[in-house]
């Protein structure tokens, strides 16, 4: 079965789902194919990485309530064995991001590139919207760094990531992460690993029938 995961690499949310989604499949009897779809939370260009916390505070009704956010989905995450250091997060763009995941791809290291990303900007406060900084993460994963510079500074993949993106949108993805199961299965949100395995289990199922 193939699973889509619609996701943006800054979304804490699509971290967690990422990780639940791992635990389900590495508990499920089924074959399955994993493929990452771009999404940007945020397509805006930012001229500088600020601190996310002060530009969640701007986005959603100031710091008080922005610090509240950031508790709830750190606890959250905690709860799944996920560490996220919003005191260190800056904001980013993510386009290139996603073009360095299907850069990654050709070379079959998909899953070790997005792990790296989330990691990157959680954890440890990397721009993940710098070339310089990006080129480094494909380096710490076993890629050549020179070779993914050049990558990022050329055109390839840009028209790719954005037919994507714009796949994303007419679809009518608004939030993720979002998962498709076999193509036409939708299962919305970091939903818990039990959800996750039932619905793969059910897919399965109706596949099966359908044949």
């Not at 009897?29 to 994993?34: I, L």
């Not at 530009?55 to 309530?65: C, I, Q, T, Y």
């Not at 039990?194 to 359908?210: F, G, H, K, M, Y």
Request: glycine share 8%; aromatic share 8%.
């Amino acid at each position: 079965m193939e699973i889509e995961i619609y996701a943006d690499v800054i979304c804490p949310w699509c971290y967690i789902g990422k990780r639940r989604l791992d635990e389900a499949i590495a508990s499920y009897e089924g074959e399955v194919t994993v493929r990452y779809r771009p999404f940007q939370l945020d397509p805006s260009p930012v001229p500088e990485p600020l601190p996310l916390v002060e530009a969640l505070a701007g986005k959603f009704g100031g710091p008080e309530r922005a610090r509240q956010m950031v508790a709830h989905v750190t606890q959250v995450a905690a709860g799944d064995g996920l560490h996220l250091d919003y005191d260190r997060a800056v904001i980013a763009n993510t386009f290139d991001a996603h073009r360095l995941v299907s850069y990654a791809t050709d070379h079959g290291r998909t899953a070790e590139m997005v792990e790296a990303l989330y990691q990157a900007h959680f954890n440890h406060g990397v721009d993940v919207g710098s070339r310089e900084a990006l080129a480094a993460l494909a380096g710490d994963i076993g890629l050549d760094p020179a070779d993914a510079r050049r990558f990022l500074d050329s055109d390839e993949r840009v028209a790719d990531v954005e037919a994507q993106l714009a796949t994303a949108r007419n679809l009518g993805i608004t939030s993720v992460p979002m998962f498709v199961l076999a193509g036409k299965y939708a299962v919305s949100g970091a939903q818990e690993v039990q959800t996750l395995l039932a619905a793969l289990a059910e897919v399965e199922q109706r596949e099966a029938a359908a044949h």
